[in-house]
Every structure is written in structure tokens, then in C-alpha cells.
């Protein structure tokens, strides 16, 4: 490999298009632009356009065999990533691929096992672990600040999205496209944070409810409750058909508890565990003595850039993955959970059956229609747009 890496790109619709003109602006130090692709004609234009100099292409294969680059950068429909990386892997390119990092468990594991057979770098465009709160979330769960996890709390209201955005593209929303709603679309930075702070719950149950606010096939409500081994509980609430919406986590342990809103944490640590004091102490309605503090970020969350930025790293310095790509199973196995539960009535636990997970998701899909004459996608924008931040 040269002084720098040479990247190439798939898929050029909202992400993709933001990649390319980030890396085409030299913002990513080390990392530069070798090529692009995608079968829309309307967007290999603005690829011409936005992107003189730089190859383009109509068919992802074609470009694989040209080569001429170090990294692959998937920005596709999600059922694409696992089939698009495997044949990556296969040719001897690393990969980073956008989120979910599929749709299904068992391709996505098949996906993980290709990349380390091919022993090339992979990694997974999760950009929410570049939040400085949520980094110090993890590490004082992690780290045994708060004490043993009792309860983890996540209600994300705030992805509000009209009839107009699923119109935007065939593709959205329905079970053959994009393989899910809510959880699947907006959330999957949201259940690797959650897994990423407290780890994989042992079962879930799932509530997701198809159509409640928009004409689409898929969930558009949320609500996950989940249960650890330790005893532990979790539940996580989302939408897209509220507004104004709430972006609140609650982390509580046998030590404290921390409240993540609004761009600040709240924390409040206890002198005494919680379960030590509760069978020591004569009173009946007591106050633990505790200390309160409120937490402002203290560095930028560097976000798409930052992780584009680690991985340039990681490929030229050997600098460790924030986001390592087999890690996007995690989430996804919540997400694979809840459908399966609230699909046939049931608890279900993790690790999640393959098998079962693929022939209920088959039968939703048998009834899939991709969305006709929609509006042209709102892609191509080519900047990174606060829809894709934290919205706080």
C-alpha cells in the first residue's frame, strides 16, 4: 500500500454520495478517492459531475475486477452488504460497510466468517460510538462505576419521518428492500450502543407494529423489553410517527444511575451500594447519601469522518478498530429478536435461531411489493446531512 489508502465506493445514494465528497475534499487524512458505483444512471452523473477525474461505474463487479484500490466502502440497499463483502473478502479487499450489516443473522455471520478468512480489515460504519457521552457511558457501566446493572432504559422518539421520505425510494420500507422499519433503518446505531454499553441481553420480547402511522409494510413502533442473565431488564421504545419526539437513556446500577438527554449526562453516584443499604439500614423511607453532577462532552464527536478517519488508520498504522465489522451481528441479533417474537407471539433468546429467523422473515417477503413510481430519492447530496447526527 501506498502513503495513502484508495478507496472505492458502492451504492451513491444519501451515504454514499456524503462519503465520496467527503473523501474527494481530502477531509479524511491518507484516504482518497479511487472509483464509485452504482446501477442509477442519475447518480453516476452527479458522480461525474461532483467527482471529475474519478472513475465511475455501472456494474459493482466490473469494478471489483478492475481494481486498482485498497478499500471497499458499502453504501447499498442493507440485504446487498453481506453479499456485496463477501465477494469483497473473496477478491482480497478490505471493507467497510454502512450499517445494518445485514438484515438477516446468517448471512451476516457468513459475511464475519468470510472477512476473517480473508484475513483484510473490516469494519462497520457505527459513527454514534465517536460520542464522547456515550463512550463515557460505556465506561462506567463497563467499568463497575455504577455497580451491578439493574435497569437500561432507551426511548428514541425523535425519528420522526413523513410519508414523503419512505416515498423517496423503492426500496424503503418494505421487507424485500430494506429488510425492516424503524429498527432496522434508524435504529441500528442505537441497539449496537445499547449492546456496546451493557452487552447482549439474554431473551427479548418484541412489539413492533407494522403501518401504525405511515402506508409502509414494515414496523413504524417500537417497544423491546429484554432480559439479562444477572436479572437485569432493558427496554427500548422507537418511532417514527411522533412528534415532538424524546431522546433519553437511563442506565441504573447497585452504585448510581446516569441519564443521558438533551446533550448532557447526569450522574448520580451512591456512598453506599443501593442492595447493601436496603438490608442494613432501620429506616423505612431513607435517602442514600449520593453526589449528583452533571457531564458536558468533553471533545467533538467526530462521527462518518472520524470513523472513516480510524479505519485509514487502522489500514496505514495498525491503529485499533473503534468499530470492528463483526460487531454489527450484535445488534442486529436484537433486532432479529424482536421481529421473531413479535412475529409469532414469543419470547426469544440470544444467540437467535438462523434457521428460523430466515423461513419467518421468507414468508413476510412473499407478500413484499418494492414501491412504484416513487419521488426521486433526496441522495446525492453529497454532505453529511444533522438527519444522520444524534438528534438530541
Avoid at 485498497?70 to 442493507?78: F, K, S, W, Y
Avoid at 450502543?193 to 413504524?220: N, S
Amino acid at each position: 500500500m501506498d502513503n495513502n489508502v484508495k478507496a472505492a465506493i458502492v451504492g451513491l445514494g444519501n451515504m454514499g454520495s456524503a462519503h465520496a465528497s467527503c473523501i474527494f475534499a481530502g477531509k479524511i487524512k491518507g484516504l482518497e478517492l479511487q472509483c464509485v458505483c452504482d446501477i442509477d444512471e442519475k447518480k453516476r452523473l452527479w458522480a461525474a459531475e461532483k467527482l471529475p477525474g474519478v472513475p465511475v461505474f455501472a456494474d459493482f463487479y466490473e469494478m471489483l475486477e478492475k481494481g486498482g484500490f485498497d478499500l471497499l466502502i458499502i453504501a447499498v440497499p442493507h440485504p446487498l452488504h453481506p453479499v456485496f463483502a463477501v465477494a469483497a473478502f473473496e477478491k482480497g479487499y478490505n471493507v467497510l460497510t454502512e450499517k445494518p450489516a445485514g438484515i438477516d443473522i446468517k448471512s451476516v455471520r457468513l459475511m464475519n466468517e468470510a472477512a476473517k478468512k480473508s484475513g483484510k480489515l473490516f469494519g462497520i460504519m457505527y459513527n454514534q460510538r465517536t460520542n464522547p457521552l456515550f463512550k463515557k457511558a460505556r465506561e462506567l457501566v463497563q467499568g463497575g462505576t455504577l455497580g451491578e446493572l439493574k435497569r437500561f432504559s432507551w426511548t428514541i422518539t425523535n425519528w420522526y419521518r413523513s410519508q414523503s421520505y419512505y416515498d423517496s425510494g423503492s426500496w424503503r420500507a418494505t421487507w424485500t428492500g430494506e429488510g425492516g422499519g424503524v429498527m432496522m433503518n434508524q435504529c441500528p446505531h442505537n441497539l449496537d450502543i445499547w449492546q456496546w454499553i451493557t452487552g447482549l441481553p439474554e431473551k427479548v420480547r418484541g412489539f413492533c407494529r407494522e403501518a401504525r402511522y405511515h402506508d409502509i409494510e414494515v414496523e413504524d413502533d417500537v417497544t423491546v423489553y429484554a432480559e439479562y442473565a444477572s436479572g437485569a431488564s432493558a427496554t427500548f421504545i422507537a418511532t417514527t410517527g411522533e412528534y415532538p419526539g424524546t431522546n433519553r437513556m437511563e442506565i441504573a446500577g447497585d452504585k448510581g444511575k446516569l441519564v443521558i438527554e438533551n446533550g448532557e449526562m447526569k450522574l448520580w453516584l451512591l456512598d453506599q451500594p443501593e442492595r447493601e443499604f436496603c438490608f442494613t439500614t432501620p429506616e423505612g423511607f431513607p435517602h442514600i447519601p449520593l453526589h449528583e453532577e452533571t457531564l458536558l462532552p468533553e471533545e467533538e464527536e467526530t462521527a462518518h469522518a472520524g470513523i472513516l478517519q480510524n479505519v485509514t488508520n487502522a489500514l496505514l498504522y495498525g491503529e485499533k478498530l473503534i468499530a470492528p465489522g463483526e460487531e454489527g451481528i450484535r445488534g442486529l441479533s436484537i433486532t432479529n429478536a424482536a421481529y421473531l417474537s413479535a412475529w409469532k407471539d414469543k419470547w426469544v433468546s440470544l444467540p437467535v435461531d438462523e434457521e428460523e429467523y430466515l423461513a419467518a422473515l421468507k414468508e413476510k417477503q412473499k407478500n413484499s411489493k418494492l414501491r412504484v413510481d416513487q419521488k426521486e430519492e433526496s441522495g446525492m447530496k453529497g454532505k453529511y446531512s444533522e438527519r444522520w447526527s444524534v438528534n438530541w
